[in-house]
């Protein structure tokens, strides 16, 4: 159980279009989400948080209206990159929350992104 | 400010050795602290965790140290094998409630036949 999946699993863009990447929890509902941003060779930065039915919290320095989420319902949150460059290359990974306590959270098998 | 610090960055041993990651915090108000293990092209699995009121955690061949007064805590991995291979991250966090995770950079272990 607490499986989380990613769609796509790659994806490559040119630059100035938006890309929409999905995190699904397949087998628990996960009231909260998070979204993380790994550079190569470099740590996991979260990005946002997005619970159920509210709008994200973004993480200092991340653009909220460059990365859109949708929290639509307890299985699926959407990231989109709007207008992306190639500086927004990178792999995305998402959480999915299906307690309270950290070791609840469960990591997608992330989106990795590049802009052409 | 890099809140969990992590070395090192890579390590190479052998088979059947003991591979060592360290880490050390700055925020005591972290009462939580997991293992992740990371493999190419996906996302990282949780492989153990410790709380500051135990000094150590043993799980298989895998063991935490915690040394809460030092601020710094451990992952041994003992009998090393080429399917441990993988990037190993520490990370922090607070235990109660929907706390976000604080990463260390990672170490990328490579164990060799």
């Known amino acids: 159980g607490a499986v989380v999946s990613q769609h796509p699993s790659r994806v490559i863009c040119k630059s100035g279009t938006s890309v929409k990447i999905e995190c699904r929890s397949l087998d628990f509902q996960a009231t909260t989400m998070f979204w993380y941003r790994q550079f190569p060779k470099q740590s996991l930065m979260l990005m946002a948080t997005s619970n159920e039915g509210s709008k994200a919290t973004y993480e200092q320095g991340v653009e909220k209206d460059k990365f859109l989420i949708n929290h639509a319902s307890l299985t699926l949150s959407t990231l989109t990159v709007t207008s992306a460059h190639p500086e927004d290359s990178s792999f995305y990974i998402c959480?999915?929350?299906?307690?309270?306590?950290?070791?609840?959270?469960?990591f997608g098998p992330g989106t990795r992104l590049t802009v052409l | 400010q890099q809140q969990v610090k992590q070395s090192p960055q890579s390590l190479i041993v052998q088979k059947g050795g003991i591979s060592i990651i360290n880490c050390a915090y700055e925020?005591?108000?972290?009462?939580?602290f997991p293992w992740y293990q990371q493999f190419p092209g996906k996302g990282p699995a949780l492989l153990i965790a410790?709380?500051?009121?135990?000094s150590e955690k043993k799980e298989g061949r895998f063991t935490i140290s915690f040394n809460k007064s030092a601020k710094q805590f451990s992952l041994h991995i003992m009998d090393s094998q080429p399917g441990d291979s993988a990037t190993y991250f520490c990370?922090?966090?607070?235990?109660?409630?929907?706390?976000?995770?604080?990463f260390g950079i990672g170490t990328k272990l490579q164990v060799i036949p």
């Open positions: 925020n005591t108000a972290f009462d939580y």
């Open positions: 990370a922090a966090s607070l235990a109660g409630g929907y706390q976000k995770v604080t």
């Open positions: 959480s999915a929350g299906r307690g309270r306590g950290v070791d609840e959270q469960f």
């Open positions: 410790i709380r500051p009121d135990v």
